[in-house]
């Protein structure tokens, strides 16, 4: 899923301009708070615009492409400030349109439909930008709620010891039943006190090795097709898969995990500082957070097999 903020708010730059007569006009710029980018040969470009009126603000960066920004730490972040200058400027511009096109930054050529009635540029201040990297396997549970020992730290919660810990682990059990399969939160309500929990032994499916507690784990139960899937080994239709039947023991051990699937959301996000376009001067503005589908990413893993 995209990393999406629908709700919108309005950031405001307070635009203070001295006329002729002394008064102080004040001016709210309202920009959405997400910012797109666009990269070149050599260079990228963030960017927000708005209609009615039109207006844009853009931070050019030479050198600096997408995939510098995305190299985050073993912690998952990613920081660094740019210096605004002749080749990385700032610039906010007003267009006598009506309305903008979305990739108003991303033409090599300028958009002759355009019409830029102002642009206003500065080469000093700076831009701090940072990326945090966030992962989750997106199995039904939210990431708190794998926090299984509740000491506040999700990394040290690995209930079947495969090396994943529970929040980015689709089958927290090891049982080769997927999590979301298990029915953790059968009404969608966001509390797991109504996980099932087939043989009542007090273990939710979704943490439980032997979900029908007859003795042969879940996993074990490959009785017709071995393919880390017990879930399609059914020796009594009406009753369904063997796993869940308590009556039907063969056991038939798994010799591998199933591929996990882990998904990645990177998080984006600029301020700038010490800007002075002349009518327009902030100490710091926060020019929000990157909407684009490459903050979106997963990775697979299979875990090595006990
Ligand atoms: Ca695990
Ligand atoms: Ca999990
Ligand atoms: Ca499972
Ligand atoms: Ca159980």
New binding site residues.
Partial sequence: MRQLFSVFLFINIILLNSCDDGDIITVELDFDTTFEACEGANDLVFYKTKDDPSESLSLLLNNVSLEDIFVVDATGVFEKTYTISSTNPFNYRTYSDESLPSDLFCNTIPNSDVNITEDIETTSGSAFLTTVLTED?N?G?AAEL?DINGNGDLEDDDTDGDGLP?????D?DGDNIL?KNEDPDPNSDGVLSDALDTDADGIPDYLDEDDDGDGVNTRNEENDSQDQNPANDITISEVGPDYLNPNVLTSVPATAYREHTIIQTYVITITIYDIDLGIIKFDNYNFGVLDDSSTTDSRKVTPSFP
């Fill in positions: 396997d199995d549970i794998e529970n929040y980015i682990d689709a927290d999590t």
